[in-house]
């Protein structure tokens, strides 16, 4: 019996273990009852790519064994689902969202005896301090680890006093070049960031952008001034819209709706 038993805990072990690595195609469904799941966030924590359901809540997300998803929506509260061997191999999931009631916070006034004038009224409320690094007295709380463009830019303009090359630089343009190729590669990465956030068919399907122009699209958002502020604010919400409507207009410029 205990043969038998431990027979059948290796046929399990190893049917898990193959499939550790492995990524496969999940299909699914997110549900609610008042039935607005369309444009639902659905990311995968684990690899960090993230696709967006339809008007009818469907989706299609790449997965391996044990990635953890989270489902996410301005109204609905953030739902996570771990990858398990069952969910797998059925090759579809279907999530039921709940929604997010906020609620705000009971505020009592007339023990502070307020005004209503911001300036007047801050110096009278005390107020729990804001615990930050810097707050805390960390070593090198302000500290930004610089880029290889960064260093490159710092040495070229260091103290001319101690070497000429800042001056040879300056001249040369070089320093100029540098600059530039420091802004460059801050946009760049921000594009990238989004480019591998969103899987092919997200763009394809849900902003409508050809598979083969979409490098092209996020190169027309990055071009513009508004595209590092909103890539900046990590708003996973704030950042599809900006898409969705870029998208309209990149369309319709390229004649392709």
């Excluded at 953030?78 to 090759?91: D, F, G, H, R």
Aim: proline share 4%; net charge negative; glycine share 4%.
């Amino acid at each position: 019996m205990r043969s038998r038993l431990l027979f059948f805990f290796l046929l399990a072990s190893i049917s898990v273990f193959s499939q550790l690595g492995e990524t496969k195609k999940l299909e699914g469904r997110v549900y609610s009852d008042d039935g607005d799941v369309a444009a639902t966030h659905v990311l995968n924590l684990t690899s960090q790519r993230a696709t967006i359901t339809d008007e009818n809540g469907f989706f299609t997300v790449a997965v391996q064994l044990l990635d953890t998803l989270e489902f996410s929506a301005i109204q609905y509260k953030k739902k996570i689902v771990v990858v398990n061997t069952a969910i797998l191999e059925s090759k579809f999931i279907s999530v039921g969202l709940e929604e997010a009631l906020t609620e705000l916070d009971e505020v009592t006034v007339t023990p502070y005896n307020l005004s209503g004038n911001l300036l007047k009224d801050l110096p009278t409320l005390e107020l729990d301090p804001i615990v930050t690094a810097s707050t805390l007295g960390l070593p090198n709380a302000y500290v930004k680890i610089p880029t290889k463009a960064e260093r490159e830019l710092s040495a070229a303009t260091a103290n001319p006093i101690m070497s000429f090359d800042p001056l040879i630089n300056a001249i040369t343009g070089r320093t100029k070049m540098l600059k530039k190729r420091v802004e460059r590669n801050k946009l760049y990465d921000r594009t990238e960031r989004v480019r591998k956030f969103y899987e092919d068919s997200v763009y394809q399907e849900q902003l409508l952008i050809p598979i083969d122009r979409i490098d092209d699209f996020l190169y027309y958002c990055e071009v513009d001034p508004r595209f590092q502020q909103i890539v900046d604010s990590h708003n996973e919400m704030e950042i599809w819209e900006y898409l969705r409507q870029k998208s309209i207009l990149y369309r319709k410029n390229n004649a392709l709706d």
